[in-house]
């Protein structure tokens, strides 16, 4: 263990005399207790030889340690959805799109980000007049993104001063399309007349976005909702219910229309098709019995005697019934067929 003297001497060596610090009360008088009688003077010109050394080490790692923590806060990190965008005394000097590890001048320089994905915008209600006077709410959503970061900060300076001018945009190109079309023609998505709204808005909101070079770009336009006001609902409702009941008595009387004509003319074409087909009949049964007819005589003039007994007993048939009552003379030949005379 040192002892009190041995601690004396270090002090001394390492700071002499005009270094050392005075002693409190109970420290002096240790130290003249314990004081020798004849104690070793040191000079004061005498400095430790390792105090520059420890002077210069402390600098050094001070620096290296102020430059370290320089160089850590001026590191910035670039993630795959995000622009890092540079400032330099306020002015947008550079933007980073590329994923990776990059540094910016210190004191000097300072980072904004900016995503880089796509947004959704929704926007607030707005009424619109059409074409035949109506009033609708119109309530619709944007998809957009960050194309450009450095436009958008230097005209628009904000996101949110960004997504302003381009709800402005939407909603004055909605106005004007909108108000070129009937009230029906806009709640009808398969009315011709309509056509793509959304894809006509978002096309001239993006060249109105370009032209002002607000760096950002409109991917869709959508119309969520539209909706008529409360003060004047029930009687568009009431309007359109007596709209549709003449459309509907319309299309009825055009029906009934349509059906009479569509049976006259079948009617028509049934009076024709049977007369054509009689006529047909006709030509068919003459042209039978003429044939019928003919080979009858050919058969009939190969026996003249058969063909008399055969008329005769046709006419039977056509002359004699169950009640048949004739008076013939007994030497009537046909009195003498009947009674079995055959000679």
């Given at each position: 263990?040192?002892?009190?003297?041995?601690?004396?001497?270090?002090?001394?060596?390492?700071?002499?005399?005009?270094?050392?610090?005075?002693?409190?009360r109970?420290?002096?008088?240790q130290?003249?207790?314990t004081?020798?009688?004849?104690?070793?003077?040191?000079?004061?010109?005498?400095?430790?030889?390792n105090?520059?050394?420890?002077?210069t080490?402390?600098?050094?790692?001070?620096?290296?340690?102020a430059?370290?923590?320089?160089?850590?806060?001026?590191?910035?990190v670039?993630?795959?959805?995000?622009?890092?965008v540079?400032?330099?005394f306020?002015?947008?000097?550079?933007?980073?799109?590329?994923?990776?590890?990059?540094m910016?001048i210190?004191?000097?320089q300072?980072?904004?980000?900016?995503?880089?994905?796509?947004?959704?915008?929704?926007?607030?209600?707005?009424?619109?007049?059409?074409?035949d006077?109506?009033?609708?709410?119109?309530?619709?959503?944007?998809v957009?993104?960050?194309?450009?970061?450095?436009?958008l900060i230097?005209?628009a300076?904000?996101?949110p001063?960004a997504?302003?001018?381009?709800?402005?945009?939407?909603?004055?190109t909605l106005?004007?399309?909108?108000?070129?079309l009937?009230?029906?023609?806009?709640i009808?998505?398969?009315?011709?007349?309509?056509?793509?709204?959304n894809?006509?808005?978002?096309?001239?909101?993006?060249e109105?976005?370009?032209?002002?070079n607000?760096?950002?770009?409109?991917?869709?336009v959508r119309?969520?909702r539209t909706d008529?006001?409360?003060?004047?609902e029930?009687?568009?409702?009431?309007?359109?219910v007596?709209?549709r009941?003449s459309?509907?008595?319309?299309?009825?009387?055009?029906?009934?229309?349509e059906?009479?004509r569509?049976?006259?003319?079948?009617d028509?074409e049934?009076q024709?098709m049977?007369?054509?087909?009689?006529?047909?009949a006709?030509?068919?049964?003459?042209?039978?019995?003429?044939?019928?007819?003919?080979?009858?005589?050919q058969?009939?003039?190969?026996?003249?005697e058969?063909?008399s007994?055969?008329?005769?007993?046709?006419?039977?048939?056509?002359?004699?019934g169950?009640?048949?009552?004739i008076?013939?003379?007994?030497?009537s030949?046909?009195?003498r067929?009947?009674?079995?005379?055959?000679?």
């Amino acid at each position: 263990m040192m002892s009190n003297k041995n601690l004396d001497d270090f002090v001394r060596n390492l700071f002499g005399n005009k270094s050392q610090k005075p002693l409190n009360r109970r420290e002096n008088v240790q130290q003249q207790n314990t004081q020798p009688t004849d104690p070793q003077v040191v000079p004061k010109s005498q400095k430790p030889k390792n105090i520059k050394q420890m002077t210069t080490s402390i600098v050094v790692g001070a620096v290296a340690i102020a430059i370290l923590l320089i160089a850590i806060t001026n590191v910035y990190v670039v993630k795959e959805n995000e622009y890092k965008v540079v400032r330099q005394f306020g002015e947008v000097v550079k933007y980073q799109k590329t994923p990776g590890i990059h540094m910016k001048i210190p004191f000097i320089q300072r980072i904004e980000t900016l995503p880089k994905n796509l947004m959704t915008y929704d926007m607030t209600e707005e009424e619109i007049n059409t074409k035949d006077k109506k009033r609708i709410i119109i309530d619709n959503y944007a998809v957009w993104r960050v194309v450009d970061p450095k436009a958008l900060i230097s005209n628009a300076r904000t996101l949110p001063n960004a997504e302003r001018r381009m709800e402005e945009f939407i909603y004055s190109t909605l106005r004007t399309k909108l108000g070129q079309l009937d009230y029906e023609a806009i709640i009808n998505d398969e009315n011709p007349s309509r056509g793509s709204i959304n894809g006509e808005v978002t096309e001239q909101v993006n060249e109105l976005l370009k032209n002002d070079n607000y760096g950002i770009e409109v991917v869709d336009v959508r119309i969520r909702r539209t909706d008529l006001p409360a003060e004047n609902e029930q009687s568009v409702y009431t309007r359109m219910v007596s709209e549709r009941e003449s459309i509907a008595q319309r299309y009825l009387s055009e029906g009934d229309a349509e059906k009479n004509r569509i049976m006259a003319q079948t009617d028509q074409e049934v009076q024709s098709m049977l007369a054509t087909a009689k006529k047909n009949a006709a030509l068919i049964t003459a042209e039978g019995e003429s044939e019928a007819a003919k080979i009858y005589n050919q058969a009939f003039a190969k026996d003249p005697e058969f063909y008399s007994l055969y008329r005769t007993l046709e006419s039977y048939k056509k002359t004699i019934g169950e009640d048949t009552v004739i008076i013939l003379p007994s030497d009537s030949p046909y009195a003498r067929l009947l009674s079995g005379y055959l000679e």
